[in-house]
């Protein structure tokens, strides 16, 4: 009979420790939170912190979960972008109407992202490049006077935009980005606002002419700015802070409220009585 002679088994060599689950969250988090890191930027930022893994781990890391390791990451949605650059856009738009004379009327105006403040910079029958460009220049110095700082202003393709207002707003640091051919969705707030417009004002008011219209968007403009309530701004207005809540009870059970008309009662706006 033979001997066999059992073989020697040899140690398995220990593999690569798999990576700690922090770590791997924190890989993650990186490339949530900056779309144009590739692997090695992350694993540079990691490296910064002490955190020692190899690139190839943050590939695999990345790869794993579905997210490419390569920047092909780096296209910025339109949603990001006015997310993270909502307190620096300024967003115009023009809307037209037509007074009781017949006249049609051209209302230009713009809307801050951030605060949801609202200009309006006129109204005209004849939106020429002069008038439009003089608007313009308005807006500046109003943006300016009042210590806002606004980096972009989004607009459509519209043919009453002069190419003279790029040049006016690139001098005072202010980017023109334009929205898509029929696609008023990249300037929704401008669009929500235009909406609101309409349904408290132009249609439930009968405007004479281009004075009476001026008047009323003017009115209208103090109360959208000075007493309307916003989801946004968690019910405040753009110009008006909240008050103190009431706290005491007797303060709630002696309310006396005023009611005072806006627009010959057309909106209503409500105040405690002095």
Known sequence: MGVHHARRSRPKRPGRPRTHVSIRAFVLRLARENSTWGYRRIHGELTLLGVQVAPSTVWEILKAEGIDPAPDRTTTTWATFLRSQGDAILAMDFIETVTLTGQRQYILAAI???????????????????WVTQAIKNLIMDVEDAG????????????????LIDEILRTAGIETVLTSVRMPRMNSIMER????????????????????????????????????????????????????PITRPGQITRLDIRRHDRLGGVIHEYRHAA
Do not use: F
């Not at 605060?115 to 939106?127: E, N, Q």
């Not at 806002?148 to 190419?163: E, F, G, Q, S």
């Not at 439930?204 to 309530?229: D, G, I, V």
């Open 148 to 163: 806002a700082t606004i980096h972009y202003l989004v607009r459509d393709r519209d043919a009453k935009y002069p190419a």
């Open 193 to 244: 606002w235009v909406r609101t417009l309409r349904a408290e004002l132009l249609d439930r008011t009968l405007l004479w002419n281009e004075q009476h219209l001026r008047r009323a968007l003017h009115e209208y403009e103090r109360h959208y700015n000075e007493h309307r309530t916003h989801r946004s701004l968690h019910a405040a207005a753009p110009l008006r802070l909240l008050p103190e």
């Open 112 to 130: 801050e992202h951030a605060t949801r403040r609202v200009r309006i910079l006129g109204t005209t029958a004849h939106p020429s490049a002069p």
